[in-house]
């Protein structure tokens, strides 16, 4: 059944980023960052009990077309070297944002989003998936 929904969630993912996410959203401005900012990286984890997606990719229309997505099970991040410019949830979702800011601290602001929906992250950010109600 757990493969059987992840089969579904990764199909539902791609039809989204080539239909050009007719059914998502974005919170706020959509800003291109090309990586990693000296040893700061956008990342997400998925602290809540359903898988989400990892989205690798942006620019001004959403995912790219054939940016990876990956699969973050419960209790996965993404590799903390790496720039991972957003997320897909399946479920309604809530969490928070940290904030990498100058002179050198983290700001937390809290978000939700509906099933199905995607989320833009920047490079200074950390996105904490924390619940989700199917």
Known sequence: MKRTLAA???????????????????????????GCVG?????????????IYAIRDFDSNGPKPGTEWRQLNPGQETPRDQDW?????????????????????WSWSDFSLPAGYW????????????????
């Open 85 to 105: 410019d957003g997320f897909w949830v399946p479920c309604n979702a809530s969490g928070r944002i940290a904030a990498w800011l100058p002179p050198g601290f």
């Open 119 to 134: 989320r833009k992250i920047s490079t200074h950010e950390d996105a904490h998936v924390r619940s989700q109600r199917c």
């Open 39 to 51: 040893a700061i990286c956008g990342s997400v984890m998925n602290e809540s009990s359903v898988y």
């Open 8 to 34: 579904l969630g990764l199909a539902a993912a791609a039809l989204m980023s080539t239909a050009g996410m007719a059914n998502a959203s974005a919170e706020g401005d959509v800003e291109i960052q090309g």
